[in-house]
């Protein structure tokens, strides 16, 4: 297949990048390597797949409309896998019109160059974070998620709608994936486990909110990548048994569907820390802090329809992807 991925210098677009490469995909890159974080981190990841022959770099940013529909008139892609985004809860509160450029500007363009030029799927880029004030647990795709509780939850169930309008309206069949808490080499320097070994290994206290007390459901690299290649492979299809009488928010009479990517198996805060400081060989100094303005207090992911319809489910043991991850940046970083 010829695959449009944006966020190819991304943790994740990076590392689907080179799965669909080494499978024989040919995959165009749309990434502008921006500072939200370190971009020699992001121009390394790049090198990793720049030089293979049936990858095509394009640097443009998503919010750039004649670009974006000169890429997809230029390139005509088959499928799409849109990764790009303004990542982030936290930085939400600071630049909440950087989320509005980049997730639902950008989102809009990417709809209208796969509605323009006939793709087959859209596969796109949610979050865990959508469930927001949704208690329940583990919490499920078919979940009410009208609670957001920061502009960057409110800007991924945002894209949801919009994918669903398009599918309605057009018949663009898209799957939308809400990702929990991704983690492993290659990562973003954003994240708890990037920054935490960077201060454990310099001596530095790590900042510790909501005292450890927090649940999250950690999911390794390479199943979040698994997981979207399953469901890019598998083309989303409308449900027959939809009714508006009783909707299901997961999948729709239009080719629409929503899945988790969760490992299924959430760890508390602390017990993350301690495999860290196994890996590292030091203790960390922990700066214990109340809870965050738009955080939540635990995630915990049902993937039972990812099961049902791709027969996937998330399995790397966490004491695994940690011991991975911090062997990477010991290497990457050369401490």
Aim: contains cysteine; hydrophobic residues 35%.
């Amino acid at each position: 297949m010829k695959v449009l991925i944006t966020g190819t210098a991304g943790f994740i677009g990076n590392a689907l990048a080179i799965r669909l490469l080494a499978r024989g995909d040919e995959v165009i890159g749309l990434d502008n390597v921006n500072d939200y974080y370190d971009p020699s981190l992001k121009e390394a990841r790049l090198d990793r797949i720049k030089d293979h022959p049936k990858f095509t770099e394009e640097r443009i940013s998503l919010e750039d409309r004649p670009e974006v529909e000169r890429v997809f008139a230029q390139h005509k892609p088959q499928r799409v896998v849109n990764l790009a985004a303004q990542a982030g809860v936290r930085y939400s509160l600071e630049n909440p019109q950087a989320y509005i450029d980049a997730n639902i500007v950008g989102f809009t363009n990417i709809l209208e160059g796969c509605r323009h030029h006939k793709v087959e799927h859209l596969v796109y880029a949610s979050s865990s974070s959508v469930y927001g004030a949704n208690e329940s647990m583990p919490f499920s795709v078919h979940d009410n998620v009208d609670h957001p509780v920061s502009l960057y939850a409110a800007s991924k169930k945002s894209n949801e709608l919009m994918a669903h309008t398009y599918s309605h309206l057009f018949g663009l069949p898209t799957t939308g994936l809400r990702f929990f808490t991704v983690y492993g080499p290659w990562g973003r320097p954003d994240m708890a486990l990037f920054m935490f070994t960077k201060n454990i290994i310099e001596g530095k206290p790590i900042d510790v909110f909501n005292y450890g007390k927090h649940q999250r459901d950690f999911t390794y690299i390479d199943d979040i990548v698994e997981g979207v290649i399953r469901t890019l492979d598998h083309t989303a299809e409308s449900n027959p048994d939809w009714s508006g009488t009783n909707p299901d928010s997961a999948t729709s009479k239009a080719p629409y569907r929503i899945y988790n990517i969760g490992s299924n198996n959430p760890c508390e805060l602390l017990r993350y820390i301690e495999l860290i400081e196994e890996n590292v060989g030091k203790k960390a100094e922990k700066n214990l802090l109340p809870m965050q303005p738009g955080d939540v207090l635990a995630t915990y992911a049902d993937v039972d329809a990812l099961i049902n319809d791709v027969d996937y489910k998330p399995s790397t043991p966490l004491e695994q992807g940690v011991a991975n991850f911090v062997a990477w940046y010991r290497d990457f970083y050369k401490v």
